[in-house]
């Protein structure tokens, strides 16, 4: 392996070491939020925005938005999780845009 | 071994005076009858189970009718399996039903989870057709279904695969598109491995589903060898709040890309269609992403590599590629609608290297630092503000794409292209577009298109 590929992993290993040990922290329980800034939890906002704003702005950025009713209970929570994936978004914003689908139909 | 022996031997001795001391408590109670008194215990015990259970269901809050339906059929065999008064059991039989029924919330719950169709496996995708009619080629219709295959096994660990199946000549050829694990490590970290989309390149990790696309065909520039589209490694990924904007990143090392080095029309390209690697060293790449505000991303990817093969003087060149782009989606009260601008621009850089050194392939020696660049811009607009279904379902876009001449000067021109789109949204991922691309590859006689496409995502 040449230097600069060990200089870029090694980057990447600082990056994840600190993003994991100073920034974050593990999440409740399945399907509870973090706790945020003023220490309130809550599963169905994210940095003030509701999970309603959040399905829509997060959605809308690369495709139209389905129906809360075009999927079952079930069938949200693999297809957000996917989403997830893709789109990089956290895993509060996956569970307040989980809560709002269910909540909507 | 011996003191395993003697442990062996304690443990069934403790387990057969347990059970023979059971029994023996239990033996008043096997006559077959139940007094009033055990009847109405029996009566309580099955109201409180009741109780357990509606609280169950309440907690669980939103519960689909599917699941619902899979929670009553759980019941009945629960209420089957429970004693009822008309069947009274021995009390050695209500005890084992205390038993059961003090476990029965986490037991009915990893039930319901296990269910396959409903919290484990989900068939996604999209299917298309498409009639396209470009100058100079034979017109011709083409189809392709792209099922995608995700099985979600724990809350934090999903498996996604997705495969494209289309006809081609006199048979279907079916494609391994990507299939990859992915474990939720906590709300900011996503560890992935296996054969992903290329983060480095944001089109085709989020735009390249054909009900997603919003014209027929994709954009060269960020095609054709300059960017990578799939990968073959691990990942890290996630999001990440900075005070009231957000960040997203991801950071992937695989197999590299391959150096063409034998065609003299490829000379200097990168190859990223080999998912086996050709040496040791592999390729490091990402991708940062930035949203000042929501529906607005600005991002930049990168990928580093030594694309040459093993042992060969081109072992030690090396290929950078990098991309930028730009989403913003935006809703408009004075443009009574929706505006999308998606942009993308990449380039390539390979090292200088002497292509066929000694002229045995009939084309060097040839010097080269092999550079290429290309992109695209598009502009949509969808007037979802306006009361008339029809037009509300309409959109209409714009896109000017390029990519840049092969850098041995010997193969394809440059070309530019733009095309004009207008597309019918029958439900919000089925359309209808119809395109006509404007193509002029340099110094070439145009290859203007005309295109009919319909896909439909589920």
Redesign the interface.
């Known amino acids: 392996m040449t230097t600069l590929n060990r200089s870029l992993l090694a980057a990447l290993l600082v990056l994840f070491a600190s993003t994991t040990c100073n920034l974050f922290a593990e999440p409740k329980a399945n399907g509870k939020a973090a706790p945020d800034s003023s220490g309130a939890v809550s599963n169905d906002s994210y940095m003030g925005l509701s999970g309603e704003e959040l399905w829509s702005n997060n959605c809308l950025r690369c495709h139209n938005i389905r129906p809360p009713t075009m999927y079952t209970n079930a069938q949200w929570d693999v297809i957000v999780h996917h989403m997830r994936l893709r789109a990089n978004i956290t895993g509060q914003e996956q569970r307040a845009i989980v809560a709002f689908l269910k909540s909507a139909k | 071994m011996k003191i395993h022996r003697c442990f062996l031997a304690a443990i069934v001795q403790a387990a057969f005076i347990i059970t023979s001391s059971a029994a023996i408590a239990q033996d008043p109670a096997t006559d077959g009858y139940v007094t009033r008194k055990e009847y109405e215990e029996l009566k309580d015990q099955m109201l409180a189970m009741k109780k357990e259970l509606d609280a169950l269901k309440k907690e669980r ?7 619902s339906a899979e929670s009553r059929s759980v019941v009945d065999v629960h209420k089957e399996v429970a004693p009822t008064p008309g069947n009274a059991e021995s009390t050695a039989g209500a005890d084992v039903h205390k038993e059961v029924t003090s476990n029965a919330t986490p037991s009915l719950a990893e039930l319901e989870a296990s269910l396959l169709g ?3 496996i ?1 068939i ?1 995708g999209w299917a298309e057709a498409m009639f396209e009619a470009r100058n100079d080629q034979v017109s011709t219709f083409s189809a392709s279904f792209n099922p ?1 295959f ?1 099985w ?1 096994l724990t ?1 934090k660990l ?1 498996f ?1 695969s997705r495969l494209e199946i289309e006809p081609s000549g006199g048979g279907t050829n079916v494609n391994l598109v990507n299939a990859q694990i ?1 474990y ?7 560890l ?1 491995v296996g054969e992903f989309f290329s983060p480095s390149n944001v089109f085709v ?3 390249e589903p054909q ?2 696309n919003k014209l027929p065909d994709r954009p060269i520039g960020v095609y054709h060898d300059v960017l990578p589209n799939i990968s073959v490694g691990a990942q ?6 900075i005070g ?1 904007t ?1 960040a ?4 992937y ?1 695989s197999n590299g890309p391959v150096l063409n080095t034998f065609d003299p029309r490829s000379a200097g390209t990168l190859d990223f269609n080999s998912y086996t690697d050709n040496n ?3 390729a ?1 790449g ?1 991708r940062v ?1 930035f949203l000042p505000i ?2 607005v ?1 600005v991002g930049y990817g990168f990928e ?1 590599s ?1 694309p040459g093969f093993q042992g060969t003087p081109f072992s030690d060149v ?1 290929a950078l590629v990098q991309s930028v782009d730009l ?1 913003i ?1 935006r809703d408009s009260d004075l443009l009574k609608g ?1 505006i999308n601008l998606f942009a993308q621009y990449a380039w390539s850089r390979v090292d200088h290297a002497v292509y066929d050194p000694d002229g045995s392939l009939g084309f060097g020696p040839l010097p080269l630092t092999a550079r290429r660049d290309g992109g695209y811009a598009e502009i949509a607009y969808r007037p979802t503000k306006v009361d008339i279904d029809f037009i509300r379902n309409l959109e209409m876009i714009f896109r000017w794409d390029h990519l840049s001449a092969d850098p041995s000067g010997l193969g394809d021109p440059s070309e530019t292209r733009w095309t004009l789109g207008l597309n019918y ?1 029958l439900s ?2 089925t359309v209808v577009k119809a395109a006509y691309e404007w193509d002029k590859p340099n110094g070439e006689r145009n290859k203007n298109a005309l295109f009919f496409q319909t896909a439909m ?1 589920f």
């Open positions: 809050g939103t519960v689909s009718k599917q699941e409903t919290t484990k989900l996604a995608i995700l979600e809350p999903l996604d992915s939720l490590l906590n709300d900011y970290i996503v992935g990790e989020r735009f009900w997603i890290v990924r996630g999001g990440f709040p009231s957000r997203n990143y991801a950071f090392v040791d060293d592999k490091v990402g992403g929501p529906g991303e580093t030594r090396r989403e989606t929706r949204w919000p991922s995502g």
